[in-house]
């Protein structure tokens, strides 16, 4: 059983910071792949970052590199999201995800999507 909550959401406005986190109270942590997707209404998830929180190794979208940092605290089987330099094109419901094993990727190299997801999380930046 994976059970993933969210928090951290909010509205900023460009140039701003935000903090998310996912707590995963269910099945074996260290073995999961674990990151954040968006969403805009009518549009298809995107993969934004990822983190294998067995080794550390973490994915971001291109989007995103050098604005956001995935990061791990193993003793509160927590992920968080730092996500610095806002921009409104950030704006989306941001869902945590969760997978057993390895972080997988797509044909196209992005982050397929997981198997377990949160509950969604709403980001707002303001220009």
């Known amino acids: 059983q994976v059970d993933l909550m969210e928090s951290g959401g909010g509205s900023v406005p460009a140039g701003g910071s935000l903090r998310l986190s996912c707590a995963d109270s269910?099945?074996?942590?260290?073995?999961?792949?674990m990151g954040w997707f968006r969403q805009l209404p009518g549009k298809q998830r995107e993969g934004v970052a990822a983190?294998?929180?067995?080794?550390?190794?973490?994915y971001y979208a291109d989007s995103v590199k050098g604005r956001f940092t995935i990061s791990q605290d193993s003793a509160k089987n927590t992920v968080y999201l730092q996500m610095d330099s806002l921009k409104p094109e950030d704006t989306a419901m941001y869902y945590c995800g969760a997978d057993r094993g390895f972080c997988r990727r797509t044909m196209e190299g992005g982050m397929a999507p997981f198997t377990y997801w949160g509950q969604g999380t709403q980001v707002t930046v303001s220009s």
């Open positions: 983190i294998h929180t067995g080794g550390g190794s973490t």
């Open positions: 269910g099945y074996t942590y260290s073995t999961n792949c």
